[in-house]
């Protein structure tokens, strides 16, 4: 069978869908729903003692560390729903491979498909804390508006150097790479191929999304763009190629905010 088609196979038969492709679509289709979820405001988060929009920088962790549990708790189901939403589209190569990969009847190979699923966005997810435990020690928003474009080149910086390291590119080439399954995976096998493949997909993106933390976790232009270079990192023939030049547009959108800073207004 064929690891470009979108396949089931049971005992003796061979059923190929490839005029319908199923984890191709299913993948997008949640992918668009979370989208749309992000963009109409249908998800709760409590904005006591916040009176800044949710697409300022700083604003979403705000809001998840001074309204206690509840806040916590919002700002990880905001967070681990935007990540899949924004990772999803990259990793339709990952799944196809591995649904193409799996024999039995459907009600077998189902359970282990949404195990690789719900692992890889509880990894996605936990990535959360992060900025969470940061905008404890420092108030990202403080700095943010405190730092101005210094702020903003800091972090951009950080991730086109980030870009150029033989780390990023190999842990790039890794999440690229074929997920090697049986042909019977069980949900236990589901749960840690979907989780494994999260955190390498997670080391060769956690800088970009630091910067996107900094612009704004709930910016939509700054979510969309980041789509868009997470995709074609992982998706176009040449992806090295983008990650270096991604890195190298990165790191003089940092001169110019230095430049900015140095001649414009933020100037001392």
């Not at 700083?58 to 935007?82: D, F, Q, R």
């Not at 800091?154 to 999440?175: D, H, I, N, S």
């Not at 995709?231 to 190298?248: D, F, I, K, P």
Request: a negative charge; one cysteine or more; charged letters at 10%.
């Amino acid at each position: 069978m064929s690891e470009d088609s979108d396949s089931f196979c049971s005992d003796g038969i061979d059923l190929e869908i490839d005029s319908f492709p199923v984890a191709t679509t299913a993948t997008l289709s949640l992918a668009a729903l979370l989208w749309v979820v992000l963009l109409e405001g249908w998800l709760p988060m409590p904005m006591a003692g916040v009176d800044a929009p949710m697409s300022a920088p700083g604003v979403p962790e705000l809001i998840g560390t001074t309204n206690g549990l509840a806040g916590v708790g919002a700002y990880l189901l905001m967070w681990g729903t935007m990540m899949m939403a924004m990772m999803l589209p990259s990793l339709v190569p990952a799944v196809r491979r591995f649904s193409a990969e799996l024999c039995g009847p459907i009600h077998r190979t189902l359970p282990p498909v949404v195990a690789f699923f719900g692992a890889y966005a509880l990894a996605w997810t936990l990535t959360g804390v992060v900025p969470l435990a940061a905008d404890t020690l420092v108030s990202i928003r403080s700095l943010a508006v405190g730092g101005g474009p210094l702020f903003v080149a800091a972090l951009l910086t950080l991730a086109g150097a980030y870009q150029l390291t033989p780390l990023k590119r190999g842990l790039l080439e890794r999440c690229r790479g074929c997920l090697g399954v049986c042909h019977r995976p069980t949900v236990t096998d589901g749960l840690r191929h979907g989780f494994g493949h999260a955190v390498r997909c997670i080391g060769c993106t956690w800088a970009l999304f630091a910067l996107m933390v900094g612009l704004g976790s709930m910016n939509a232009l700054v979510m969309v763009g980041l789509t868009l270079v997470v995709s074609l990192e992982r998706l176009a023939a040449e992806s090295e190629r983008y990650a270096l030049a991604t890195g190298a547009v990165l790191l003089a959108g940092a001169v110019l905010a230095i430049a900015v800073t140095v001649s414009g207004p933020f100037a001392v």
